[in-house]
């Protein structure tokens, strides 16, 4: 089993929407805080939005009021919910545990375009 899966990721116009999912493995997943991470080319990877194991979130100012973060703990799943998409919002965008350390497994991630 690949401990991290995203899915979702596309090309998507100004204002658009797009809603990533991610499939962990337990170790990582469970009762941990979980988060969307994206990473802009020439950037740093940074925390978007995160959700605790009972549901408590977290948002970084530019995604409060767009982007939604929900977890199924039955499944060992996070999704991202984005909607009104904006250009800088094009980055590779992965999910991991929260915190994350040096030696954190990173999955492939997958790319959000956004460009008319």
């Known amino acids: 089993q690949v401990p991290l899966l995203e899915s979702g990721g596309g090309l998507v116009q100004p204002g658009g929407s797009l809603r990533l999912s991610c499939i962990s493995s337990g170790s990582i997943f469970d009762g941990n805080p979980m988060g969307w991470y994206r990473q802009a080319p020439g950037k740093q990877r940074e925390l978007i939005a995160s959700?605790?194991?009972?549901?408590?979130?977290n948002y970084l100012e530019s995604a409060k009021g767009r982007f939604t973060i929900a977890r199924d703990n039955a499944k060992n799943m996070v999704h991202l919910q984005m909607n009104s998409l904006k250009p800088e919002d094009t980055a590779v965008y992965y999910c991991n545990r929260v915190p994350v350390s040096n030696r954190s497994y990173w999955g492939q991630g997958c790319q959000v375009t956004v460009s008319s």
């Open positions: 959700i605790t194991s009972d549901g408590y979130t």
